[in-house]
């Protein structure tokens, strides 16, 4: 199946200064019985306007990523592994409308976004009347964007090194319908998190780690919860790379479901998953690559729960399925995937 079919249109209106982006995505259905935007049907990811202006500042409206996780930030055409880390799945904002005032030069990367809440993607500006902010920061330590921008390294011939840190904060008005979908394990009507992560590299491997921590309410329920990635990637031929991933999140007191309740002995809301694999561009350039992996969860995966938990590790589109009754643990998965950038 085609994971993912992007057609994109980018370039510059009136002047250099004015900018914009346009992706169109095809991509297949969900799992059955499942609603959502995307199933099976075209649909529009980015559709923004960039005025940059003196000072390296720029003033950024309309629909994109707002700029929380890094993993989520870089492009899915660069990711280390076939798909991101279940932790991002949990905790990214993805795409969302909204307003983002940046500056960035050529070590520093500062913005502030003003927009509707997390995963609000093709989603009415006024929907659930949520409020919400994120400020993002990222420092070079060496090396260039072009670094920042790919989790495999491959193509960067010099060392690269940066730190960032984001925060996050939604509220929901008091008139406010049905809460947020799931964000941070809850559907929660208030939410602040924070994530903070490091990334180097060099000719021939890079390595990469953050950790977030969110902290959400729904009436009068809390919940706390928190995520960890660290993974690496070593080229072992030319034009071949292996590579590994550990990650690990908990959300404190969920409660799954009667349907996804853990066996006896094992944690609810925990993810605790390591995945290896390989990445091999035939073509010696980046325009066609291949990725396969295998990953095993040493813990009992959730997904929803009752009211207001609702974990959002697994998904069809990650491949990784909610474990039921009975289960036992250690699920494990295998992935290929083939991908053509032209």
């Known amino acids: ?43 529009a990811e980015d ?31 660069k990711q280390l592994t076939v798909e991101r880390s279940m932790i991002n799945n949990q905790f990214t904002y993805g795409w969302a409308q909204g307003v983002e005032v940046g500056m960035k030069n050529d070590t520093m990367w500062g913005r502030l976004w003003y927009g509707d809440g997390p995963n609000s993607l093709n989603r009415n500006f006024s929907q659930n009347s949520i409020n919400s902010i994120v400020a993002r920061f990222d420092y070079l330590l060496a090396g260039d964007w072009k ?54 590299g060099g000719s021939g491997w890079t390595a990469y780690t953050y950790f977030t921590m969110t ?45 996804q309740a853990a066996a006896s002995g094992y944690r609810n809301g925990h993810d605790s998953t390591l995945t290896v694999g390989m990445n091999y561009w035939p073509s010696g350039s980046k325009n066609v690559k291949f990725t396969a992996d295998f990953g095993y969860a040493f813990s009992f995966l959730n997904n929803n729960g009752t009211p207001p938990w609702s974990a959002d590790y697994t998904s069809s589109g990650n491949g990784w399925r909610a474990d039921l009754n009975g289960a036992k643990g250690g699920q494990w998965l295998i992935r290929s995937q083939m991908q053509l950038v032209f």
């Not at 994971?3 to 969900?30: C, H, M, Q």
């Not at 989790?151 to 008091?174: D, H, K, L, R, V």
């Open 47 to 77: 559709l923004w306007v960039k005025k940059s202006m003196e000072n390296d500042m720029y003033l950024k409206v309309g629909q994109f990523k707002a700029p929380y996780l890094r993993e989520e930030l870089v492009s899915s055409s």
């Open 147 to 200: 670094a920042w921008g790919t989790m495999t390294g491959y193509g960067i011939t010099e060392n690269y090194a940066s730190i960032g840190a984001a925060f996050e904060w939604f509220n929901q008005s008091e008139d406010r319908g049905a809460p947020v979908s799931e964000y941070g394990g809850m559907d929660a009507s208030r939410n602040y998190g924070f994530t903070v992560d490091m990334a180097a």
């Open 215 to 259: 902290d959400g309410k729904q009436d009068t329920t809390k919940g706390r919860a928190y995520g960890w990635v660290a993974q690496g990637g070593v080229d072992v031929a030319k034009d071949m790379q292996v590579f590994g991933r550990y990650e690990l999140g908990d959300i404190k007191d969920y409660e799954a479901s009667t349907t």
């Open 1 to 43: 199946a085609v994971r993912r079919a992007k057609l994109k249109f980018s370039g510059n209106v009136i002047d250099p200064s004015w900018t914009y982006k346009i992706t169109l995505v095809n991509e297949r259905g969900s799992q059955p019985g499942v609603t959502q935007f995307n199933q099976g049907n075209t649909y």
